[in-house]
């Protein structure tokens, strides 16, 4: 079960409490985040987004409730812990920047390592690596007054990145941005969240920004009154009660696979299943060639899936030139690749036709692609577990659990990495059947 990074629970926020000025900024808010969730909360101004944010990073005090941050509670944190917080679990990003006017860029960016005593030199290679990566190397030895506002946004989220956080919190980044630079920044969030899988909750008031998050937090006069869900990131067990709810219709055990694999939402699921297939394909097989190369082939892939072609055509087109019609690459790597997806697209078939008379063949296959050396005994038990899954017994994530639980305990005691890939295997498998 995986746990939520941030847990809010009957957190309420009142400034100047008890006074005549006093502002129930924050009522009663129970919020759970989970790893790798890009969350935007979302409302009017004033409605209390920044100071739900700040809660959470724990620059604002909870009046009542508590605020969890990867199990530790924010109200009972010593002075040490909260300094831990903000230099290496939590990047935070403004909508002003807060850049030093007096430090260059490069000092900026690593001055969160500055306060934790690293050497200059290794300070100074880690920040030029996320300059570079930003596009903004060349500003390096500037000042910030010399660079434009999405330069210095760029410049601000390579600060919060420097000591690699696993959480970033941005309220309004790109408030203060023309069209064109705020795009930027927020194409580079994205692929924060994408790339580096960070957890990722911006603040903003502009309803254009919404496409980018997983999940949307609608607030008003203080409290979350919805929630959007673009993209489940949330653990399957919680996840279940929307996908019941699913409007779209899609039978049960595809909704599990779709979990497997992050790209998809269950509306695209229809229109768009045979490229995503290819590309899932493509993805689970290959590595290292380049853009055009892999584009070529994962339209050929399609063009397989759509039995335009078939597997020997495949080869031939993934080998031929590019200038030809072909993927470009060579006669070795089209051969052993469209091999290996002959082979994975016949364990699919088989199941479709008849998963009883499969299973044997599929163990087998398994087994050898994995190089499995395994007793008999746990080669049945593994038949055993793969019927379960192929007929939706178990989820991937419980089939994973009894391949990797030691022998004693009735799993076939495989090792973790051998049992994820697996799985992946056969959810690849199962995929292709639809
Ligand atoms: P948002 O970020 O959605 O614009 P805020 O969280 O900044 O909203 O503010 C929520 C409410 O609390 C507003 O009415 C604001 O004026 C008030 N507020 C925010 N910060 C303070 C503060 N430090 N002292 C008193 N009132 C505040
Ligand atoms: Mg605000």
Not at 139 to 147: E, R, S
Not at 152 to 177: F, M, T, Y
């Amino acid at each position: 079960m995986v746990e939520p990074v941030i847990s809010v629970d009957k957190l309420r926020v009142i400034y100047n409490q008890g006074k005549s000025n006093e502002m129930r900024a924050l009522e009663e808010t129970n919020l759970k985040i989970f790893p790798k969730e890009y969350i935007i909360i979302y409302g009017p101004s004033g409605c209390g987004k920044s100071t739900l944010l700040y809660s959470i990073s724990g620059l604002q005090r909870a009046t009542y409730g508590n605020v969890t941050v990867q199990d530790i509670s924010l109200s009972q944190m010593n002075e040490k812990q909260e300094l831990e917080l903000h230099q290496t679990k939590i990047g935070m990003i403004f909508q002003a920047f807060y850049l030093i006017p007096s430090l260059t860029i490069i000092d900026n960016v690593c001055l969160p390592k500055i306060f934790r005593g690293e050497s200059p030199s290794s300070r100074r290679a880690e920040g030029m690596r996320l300059l570079r990566r930003f596009g903004i190397a060349e500003q390096a030895d500037k000042f910030p007054n010399q660079l434009s506002g999405g330069q210095k946004q760029r410049v601000a989220i390579a600060r919060s990145l420097i000591n690699n956080p696993e959480i970033i919190l941005a309220d309004e980044p790109v408030g203060n941005l023309d069209s064109e630079s705020a795009q930027n920044v927020l194409t580079l969030l994205k692929e924060l969240n994408d790339v580096d899988k960070k957890t990722i909750i911006m603040v903003t008031h502009n309803p254009e920004h919404l496409v980018y998050a997983d999940r949307v937090l609608h607030m008003k006069d203080g409290m979350v009154v919805s929630e959007e869900i673009h993209e489940e990131k949330r653990p399957i067990e919680v996840a279940q009660e929307e996908i019941k709810s699913d409007p779209v219709e899609v039978p049960n055990e595809l909704k599990m696979l779709m979990h497997s694999f992050k790209n998809l939402s269950s509306q695209q699921m229809n229109i768009l299943l045979i490229p995503f297939k290819a590309k899932q394909l493509l993805n689970h097989t290959l590595s290292e060639l380049r853009e055009e190369q892999v584009n070529m082939a994962e339209s050929l892939l399609k063009e397989l899936l759509f039995n335009n072609i078939d597997a020997s055509q495949l080869t031939e087109r993934l080998d031929a030139d590019l200038d030809n019609g072909g993927a470009g690459w060579n006669k070795q790597r089209a051969t052993s690749f469209s091999e290996r997806i002959r082979n994975i697209m016949q364990q699919s078939k088989n199941i479709q036709e008849s998963p009883e008379a499969a299973l044997p063949g599929l163990a087998t296959y398994l087994i050898d692609l994995l190089h499995l050396h395994i007793n008999p005994e746990q080669a049945l038990r593994l038949q055993t577990f793969l019927k379960q899954r192929v007929e939706s017994k178990i989820n991937q994530f419980e089939l994973k659990h009894k391949l990797d639980a030691p022998k004693i305990l009735g799993g076939v005691g495989l090792h973790k990495g051998t049992a994820e890939k697996l799985v992946r295997e056969l959810e690849m498998i199962m995929l292709l059947k639809y």
